[in-house]
């Protein structure tokens, strides 16, 4: 495309005297005039931007509302839908459609919360030709930007959008060159989004569970641990009110993600920080994750609630309908818990004291032989052992090894990542996510068949205590039941598939990756240290 | 993406109205919809304002020298696209008319709108030629607007018997009362009693009206400018017709059973 499809209206130029000046250049005619409340809507992480999406609902005087889903760079390449007013909150909510279709792999099964809005005074004009056939539009705005109060912010921000119409390129070709020629106006490229939250004191993109550190191998490890355990703090305070106000499941996940992390961290970077301070946040960590434990199960059965419908035989689907609520209400129950557990005194003096210890400067002189290392080394070694251990242990397993093997090499293969993912930053960019990749399709096998696992003995459990409040038919009984054998089933499979998957970890190619990263760096390291 | 083509062998009983409006009624659901001209005189492109004439005609189209996305027009309507007509429309036949699979010509050429579209309307010209039998190759149903008078209805018969003896039963049937006048009696007979054979006619039926005649001077969909007058609603409930008869699908078509009934 060679012309621009936004302009921004320069300040002497009202939207009724651009009008006026258009109407008698071309064969134009007011389409719609109408002022709109528009807001834009984002997941708590930002997916909708992320993925060069823009989503904004207008709202209409009656109770409907429009759905806008365009494209950042194409703004005509847009999906409508029309949908209730304030009705948006996840995909489900939405009508089926371009739209919802859409944003089906974008947002997943996070929430949509409103991240900016907007007043507008919209006028939509109609380009004609000889047949007063539309040939192009001209969508014009006058934006008062809100702030997170509702109040007005700024100025007016006017804009004027090309819509072209398809088959007549050259229409909107001449439209755009009357728009910047005759009339002055400039191409604008920034989506009105950007200026919106501005406004309401935001940044797209301001929240990311990324580690997205920038460290020195050259570092003091204990100043560098510092660093990312600071920003995992982050994470899990950033996520905390979702939890609480019960927003979607992810705040949870991503909350427990960080707290493993930490874990992880604290367990792997052996005599970097002081044992007492080690073990007291160790144990602190633990108790964090055991109370968000119970919550997360259950929100992991709900989400998997549709897989498990299409995997019971159909005459039985229908019986599955008690299994749902009474997951439902263990969520409730496991969610009022949770959120005692993060009011009470030991949840908030852990965070504060783990604040506090986090932002100490690192002492000069300390007795824990690794603080004052650099933390590639450190970071070598630990990741270098770790490998070995879930290669050794990979190699061991055959068809009469304990479920329990797989899940110890599963808990190994964890602690291997997520010391990658901390670290990834000192080592080259690019070489971390090869080797992430690898470990992946491990991970993935070990994950599911754990998960299937421990999903077919919970689910008879549950079926159970189902029984035992009187609230079963024997159709709830039969449905779970098929499930369960279906899940027993997959695990199987999943175990066949490991092999596979294990040999592809341990080959050769990966094997020097490792070797080269993370064992003769070390080693170059300790032969210069030794002279 | 589904294919309904509004098809009749007879002219004049209403196959551009019913492509044109069920394809704005269907576009302002929010579904992806595409017009095809397909008959030469170019009825469906005069209601769009849109000028009958493709670039390069329907040779290159139908060699496939020339994309059919490329020639692909806007209508004044969000998601309703039209494919305009041509002239050249009128060798067809002839175009279609050459190697081993002459019947399965539009197939290919349909193919690339398969992710860009949830329905095809295609707007026929009235005849049943080798153009009609790639059209039941590509449509998923056949909207038949059908006159109630006895000849109309004779017509509708030899389709059904052309149908059944050329294996086209892939294609649904669709065919319903259009342009009915109460005030004429053979109307009102034929409505309130229709031939056996024809059980499977939809219910719904489209009166005569003036309204629907002015979209030749409104240039533009019933529902714009009278979506209160009955035919209007009558559309609507056609749409909605059609639209349970394509999800029931799998059941067996109830014209399948041959009649022997004469008209």
């Known amino acids: 495309m060679s012309w621009a499809c936004q302009y921004s209206i320069p300040s002497n130029l009202s939207v009724g005297g651009l009008t006026q000046r258009l109407q008698r250049l071309v064969a134009c005619r007011i389409d719609t005039q109408q002022s709109t409340k528009r807001t834009f809507y984002d997941t708590y992480d930002w997916r909708v931007y992320a993925s060069g999406h823009a989503l904004e609902e207008q709202c209409m005087n009656n109770n409907t509302a429009t759905l806008h889903l365009r494209s950042l760079n194409e703004p005509n390449a847009q999906a409508v839908a029309t949908t209730s007013r304030n009705s948006l909150r996840f995909l489900q909510d939405l009508p089926t459609g371009a739209v919802r279709r859409q944003l089906a792999s974008i947002i997943e099964m996070r929430a949509l919360l409103p991240v900016a809005s907007m007043r507008s005074r919209m006028t939509s004009l109609r380009l004609l030709d000889n047949n007063q056939k539309t040939v192009a539009y001209l969508e014009l705005e006058e934006n008062h930007m809100l702030n997170a109060a509702g109040h007005t912010q700024g100025e007016a921000i006017r804009r004027a959008c090309l819509v072209p119409v398809r088959g007549y390129a050259t229409s909107a070709r001449r439209l755009s060159r009357l728009l910047t020629k005759d009339l002055g106006l400039e191409p604008a490229d920034a989506d009105p989004l950007i200026a919106a939250v501005a406004a309401s004191g935001r940044r797209p993109g301001d929240y990311s569970s990324k580690l997205d550190l920038h460290l020195d191998p050259s570092m003091r490890a204990d100043a560098a641990s510092k660093i990312v355990l600071r920003r995992l703090l982050d994470i899990m305070q950033a996520n905390e009110h979702g939890i609480r106000n019960n927003i979607d499941t992810e705040f949870l996940h991503e909350f427990r993600v960080a707290v493993r992390r930490t874990r992880s961290a604290l367990m792997q970077l052996k005599n970097v920080f002081p044992d007492r301070s080690q073990n007291r946040y160790r144990r602190g960590f633990q108790w964090l994750q055991q109370i968000t434990g119970p919550a997360r199960d259950t929100d992991v059965y709900l989400l998997k609630f549709a897989d498990y419908h299409a995997l019971v035989a159909p005459p039985l689907r229908s019986g599955l309908a008690p299994l749902r609520n009474f997951l439902q209400q263990r969520r409730n129950i496991q969610y009022r818990r949770l959120t005692s557990g993060l009011d009470s005194a030991r949840y908030n003096k852990l965070i504060a004291d783990w604040r506090a210890f986090l932002d100490q400067p690192p002492p000069k002189r300390t007795t824990p032989k690794n603080a004052t290392r650099p933390i590639g080394d450190v970071a070598n070694e630990r990741i270098w052992r770790l490998y070995r251990r879930a290669i050794k242990a990979g190699r061991t397993i055959d068809d009469n090894s304990p479920a329990q093997d797989l899940h110890e090499l599963r808990k190994t293969c964890k602690k291997l990542r997520y010391m990658l993912e901390c670290f990834h930053s000192i080592y080259p960019t690019g070489e971390i996510k090869k080797l992430i990749r690898a470990l992946k399709q491990l991970q993935d096998n070990l994950g599911d068949f754990n998960d299937l696992q421990v999903q077919s003995e919970v689910l008879q459990q549950f079926s159970k205590e189902i029984y035992a409040k009187g609230r079963a038919e024997p159709e709830t009984l039969m449905a779970i039941g098929n499930l369960v054998a279906t899940l027993r089933q997959q695990r199987e499979l999943e175990r066949q598939a490991f092999y596979g998957r294990y040999e592809k970890f341990a080959r050769p190619v990966v094997a020097a990756h490792f070797r080269r990263l993370f064992h003769d760096a070390a080693e170059g390291a300790t032969n210069n240290q030794a002279p | ?263």
């Open chain 2, 1 to 263: 993406m589904k294919v309904l083509a509004s098809y009749n062998i007879k002219g004049g009983v209403g196959k551009t109205s019913t492509a044109v409006n069920l394809g704005y009624l269907a576009a302002c659901e929010g579904a992806r919809v595409l017009v095809w001209d397909l008959d030469p005189q170019g009825a469906a492109s005069f209601y769009f304002r849109v000028k009958p004439k493709i670039k390069g005609g329907s040779k290159r189209l139908l060699r496939r020298k020339r994309q059919l996305l490329e020639v692909i027009k806007g209508t004044d309507y969000r998601n309703l696209d039209l494919l305009p007509a041509d002239f050249s429309n009128r060798h067809l036949e002839l175009l279609l008319d050459h190697g081993k699979k002459r019947r399965r010509g539009l197939r290919k050429v349909m193919k690339p709108l398969r992710d860009h579209y949830d329905y095809v309307l295609i707007d026929c010209a009235p005849s049943i030629s080798l153009v009609s039998e790639n059209v039941f190759d590509v449509s998923d149903a056949l909207l038949v607007p059908t006159i109630p008078t006895t000849l109309s209805l004779r017509t509708l018969n030899t389709l059904i018997d052309f149908r059944l003896k050329h294996g086209l039963t892939d294609v649904q049937l669709l065919p319903f009362f259009s342009m009915v006048d109460r005030r004429k009696n053979l109307h009102r007979l034929i409505l309130e009693r229709p031939p056996k054979k024809l059980s499977f006619m939809l219910k719904t039926f489209i009166p005569f009206a003036s309204e629907v005649e002015k979209m030749g001077v409104r240039r533009a969909p019933l529902a714009t400018y009278a979506g209160h007058s009955h035919a209007a609603i009558a559309f609507e409930q056609l749409w909605t017709e059609v639209k349970s008869c394509l999800t029931k699908r799998h059941n067996k078509p109830p014209w399948a059973a041959k009649s022997n009934e004469n008209f």
